[in-house]
């Protein structure tokens, strides 16, 4: 199995910065792309930020500019580096990645999509 662990939210002043990490573990073959997606309560989840394995990245409108994702393809994990936040940033921060896993016939490989459990962000004064 794969397991995505979130760390790094808080509370946080409006104008302020957060950074938050996600380390993947378990039986990892290669991790492809990685997200950053956000939900507040009633609503859908919505994609922040995403990141592939080379490193090409894209954004929300909302946060362009604002917000920067990065990965350290080593470590498994991927960052999400937030500044200048608003109240309206305040949300449960969700990672989600393509994991590519090897199957159980010798040479097969598989993608799975994996989400982590969430990390409170809450920006307020």
């Known amino acids: 199995q794969v397991e995505l662990v979130e760390s790094g939210g808080g509370l946080v002043q409006p104008g302020g910065s957060l950074k938050l990490s996600c380390a993947a573990s378990?039986?990892?073959?290669?991790?492809?792309?990685m997200r950053w997606y956000r939900q507040t309560p009633g609503n859908q989840r919505e994609l922040v930020a995403a990141i592939t394995s080379g490193g090409a990245t894209n954004y929300a409108d909302s946060v362009k500019g604002r917000f920067t994702i990065s990965r350290d393809n080593a470590k498994n994990t991927v960052y999400l580096q937030m500044s200048s936040l608003k109240p309206e940033d305040t949300a449960v921060y969700y990672c989600?990645?393509?994991?590519?896993?090897?199957?159980?016939?010798?040479?097969?490989?598989?993608?799975?999509?994996?989400w982590g459990q969430g990390t409170q962000v809450t920006v307020s004064s």
């Open positions: 378990g039986s990892i073959f290669r991790i492809n792309a």
């Open positions: 989600n990645a393509d994991v590519t896993r090897a199957g159980a016939i010798r040479g097969t490989l598989y993608e799975y999509n994996y």
